[in-house]
């Protein structure tokens, strides 16, 4: 049972037929397999219907002592919980949490085996919504940095009721985080979208409060604000940072109290919305320079969700820009595998906007049946081509280096070795320790990036055997 709001009601039917995109999956209870307690987890997890591994939510009870944790962990495959027996006060909690452990419940009797099982039944909840039509048909990019944020969304969205703030550079889907919360949490309701840089001109609020006629000039008729539309539904407030402080405080009272008057008006109304805001500005530093009010500030973030710029979630560039590649062609899109090097190997200080404008810019010069090709890519997103980067000064580079290693002692094998070694370290750092991507830029198998990650570097004047 889902305990909390309600669960919006398309929701409920689980994505069936395809594989899992966003929800977690799996969750791990670890802890020490062969105690009485885990026993009576097991029996407990049993009955409330989790088998074990099995998909799409199952529950893996892994032998383990704390720490470490195993590596996948920090991979985002499933959640993991470590219940702690018989250590009330577990050693590195802090340390595991950072890992990616979700939670570390200590073992205080059978009634811990209820708190587990309860944990265990609100993931499965969530995981449904992740994998639900409505969640599929908003967002896309199965990067695990992605499915963390979808989970903290989903899991304000169903489980609060508090307001939520978003924050993040632009572009980096604040808005359709916004859509996806209303979409959970309140299907049926109207989403209200105020964007708060475009009421800084009139001052007077009226696109918020509503207007009587007459209340100004122009006023030719009365009208309702956003307050009254959202009423039952949710009320976004895009760029919050930018409200003039007379209206912060305006909409704390309405916040506080749920009761406003239009502008003009006389007459109290009440009005009961979710809200949710968002900014790409740093409100703290908002109110320490007195342009933000701390009291609005505390109202309007009881739930903080950090939005992750799209250098921190590389590993969704491909799938990103094949959803908007086909969003604009109308079809899916083969690419070609320089335009997928291509991708990730420039900036995008606009985030997924910018993206999506350099999908939209190719799928517009795209022509025929055939992939995309580094000739759809319009001049200025192409990169500056070998002039850039003289090959003369690059070879005397090298040659200096290696004249360096030769009088140092190094042999030819351990000079190639080096040179291996540093073009892996290269790549990985250009593909953000993606082992992946970079032995696609190396044009070697991901085992041979893996191998020379372990192979210790020659010392200088000890020859290679
Ligand atoms: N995970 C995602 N999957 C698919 N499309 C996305 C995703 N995130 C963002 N987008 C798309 O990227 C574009 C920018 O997103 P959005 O407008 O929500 O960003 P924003 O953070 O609100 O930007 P700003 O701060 O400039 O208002 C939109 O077209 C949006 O639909």
């Not at 704390?66 to 009330?88: F, H, I, K, S, T």
């Not at 402080?245 to 109304?269: M, N, P």
């Not at 320490?288 to 969700?305: E, P």
């Not at 995309?372 to 003289?390: E, H, I, K, M, T």
């Amino acid at each position: 049972m889902i305990e909390g709001r309600r669960l919006a009601g398309s929701l409920r039917e689980h994505h069936r037929g395809s594989t899992t995109e966003f929800g977690t999956g799996m969750a791990t209870v670890i802890g020490r397999s062969d105690s009485a307690e885990m026993a009576l987890l097991r029996r407990a997890l049993d009955d409330g219907g989790f088998e074990e591994g099995a998909d799409p939510y199952g529950v893996r009870l892994l032998d383990a002592p704390l720490p470490p944790v195993p590596d996948w962990v920090e991979d985002g495959d499933g959640r993991v919980l470590v219940v702690a027996c018989g250590e009330r006060h577990p050693s590195g909690v802090w340390g595991l949490l950072a890992q990616g452990v979700e939670d570390v419940i200590s073992w205080t009797g059978e009634e811990t085996v209820a708190v587990v099982v309860a944990r265990l039944e609100r993931w499965r909840e969530v995981d449904r919504v992740l994998s639900s039509r409505v969640v599929a048909s908003l967002v896309h990019g199965g990067s695990a940095a992605t499915r963390r944020l979808l989970v903290d969304l989903v899991e304000l969205a169903v489980y609060g009721s508090g307001p939520i703030l978003l924050v993040g550079e632009t572009g980096t889907g604040k808005e359709l985080a916004a859509r996806l919360v209303h979409a959970v949490a309140e299907e049926s309701a109207s989403l209200v979208v105020v964007d708060c840089t475009t009421i800084v001109a009139s001052l007077s609020g009226s696109e918020l409060f509503g207007h009587e006629k007459g209340a100004f000039t122009g006023a030719d008729r009365a009208r309702a604000g956003a307050f009254a539309a959202a009423d039952g539904g949710t009320l976004f407030l895009d760029e919050i940072g930018e409200l003039p402080l007379a209206l912060q405080v305006e909409l704390l009272r309405v916040l506080q109290e749920g009761t406003y008057k239009r502008v003009g008006g006389d007459t109290w109304s009440r009005t009961r919305f979710r809200l949710v805001s968002a900014t790409n500005r740093d409100l703290e530093e908002e109110q320490r320079q007195g342009r933000f009010r701390s009291d609005l500030y505390h109202r309007i973030a009881s739930g903080i969700v950090r939005l992750p710029p799209l250098r921190e979630r590389t590993d969704d560039l491909e799938d990103l820009f094949r959803h908007f590649l086909a969003e604009a062609a109308g079809r899916p899109l083969e690419v070609a595998p320089s335009v997928v090097a291509l991708l990730h190997d420039r900036d995008y200080p606009g985030n997924l906007r910018e993206l999506r404008q350099l999908a939209y810019a190719v799928a517009a010069r795209h022509a025929g049946p055939g992939s995309v090709s580094p000739g759809d890519v319009p001049l200025q997103y192409r990169p500056a081509g070998p002039a850039a980067d003289p090959p003369v000064p690059s070879r005397r580079l090298l040659d200096r280096a290696v004249r360096a290693g030769l009088s140092e002692g190094l042999s030819l094998p351990d000079l190639k070795t080096l040179v291996g070694d540093v073009a892996v370290e290269a790549a990985l750092a250009r593909c953000d320790g993606n082992v992946h991507r970079a032995a696609a830029l190396l044009g070697v198998t991901d085992r041979a990036v893996q191998l020379r990650r372990q192979v210790p570097r020659p010392r200088a004047g000890k020859k290679a055997q």
